[in-house]
C-alpha cells in the first residue's frame, strides 16, 4: 500500500474539495451538517487555513491521508492539550471506495507515532458511534481500549447518538 500521510496545506483545497464532494453521502452520517460551499475549493482553502492556524498555535494536527498521489481521507489530533494532560482526540475517515483495504488502520497507525514520537502526547482518545463497528474496529487495531459509551454524546444525522469512547496511552520508554 503506498500510504503517504501529508499535513494538510492550502495547496491541498482541491485535493480535499474532491474528496469530500466524492463522498458527501457517505460521510453525512458520521459528519456535522455542511453548507454546500463547505464541499468547494473555495470552503476547503477556508477550512484548511482555520486549520493551519490552529496547527501553529498547536492545538490541531490535521492532514490528508494519500494512497500514491490521490486523496483518499482525513486524519487529525484535535484539542491538542498540554501541561499535565498532554493529550489529544483523533478524528479521521477514509473514502468509502478505500474501505475494508485496511488504510483507516494504516493511517491511524502512522499519526499515533507522530502523536507519541514527535509530538510527546501521553494519550490519544476517540469517540465512535455505537453503529459503526468498522471504525471502531480501525481503533482497536491500533490498541485503542473502550472506556465506555456515552449516551446522546454528538448530534449527527439529525439526532444525538451514543458514542462508545476510546483512549490509548503512549508505548512505555525504555
Not at 21 to 26: A, K, L, M, S, T
Not at 113 to 141: G, Q, T, Y
Amino acid at each position: 500500500m503506498d500510504l503517504e500521510i501529508r499535513p494538510a496545506g492550502l495547496t491541498m483545497a482541491a485535493d480535499l474539495a474532491a474528496v469530500y464532494q466524492e463522498n458527501r453521502d457517505f460521510l453525512r452520517p458520521y459528519e456535522p451538517v455542511r453548507t454546500d460551499d463547505f464541499f468547494t475549493v473555495g470552503g476547503q482553502r477556508d477550512n484548511i487555513r482555520m486549520m493551519v492556524t490552529a496547527m501553529r498555535a498547536g492545538d490541531r494536527w490535521p492532514a490528508l491521508i494519500y494512497l500514491g498521489d490521490r486523496p483518499c481521507g482525513f486524519i487529525t489530533l484535535n484539542t491538542i492539550l498540554r501541561g499535565a494532560l498532554q493529550s489529544a482526540r483523533v478524528g479521521y475517515w477514509v473514502a468509502e471506495k478505500e474501505g475494508g483495504r485496511g488504510v483507516a488502520t494504516a493511517a491511524l497507525g502512522v499519526v499515533l507515532d507522530i502523536a507519541f514520537c514527535e509530538l510527546e502526547l501521553h494519550r490519544v482518545e476517540a469517540s465512535v458511534r455505537v453503529d459503526n463497528p468498522r471504525s471502531k474496529r480501525v481503533l482497536e487495531k491500533n490498541g485503542f481500549t473502550t472506556i465506555g459509551v456515552a449516551r446522546r454524546h454528538v448530534f449527527l444525522d439529525g439526532a444525538w447518538r451514543d458514542e462508545y469512547l476510546m483512549e490509548r496511552h503512549a508505548p512505555p520508554m525504555r
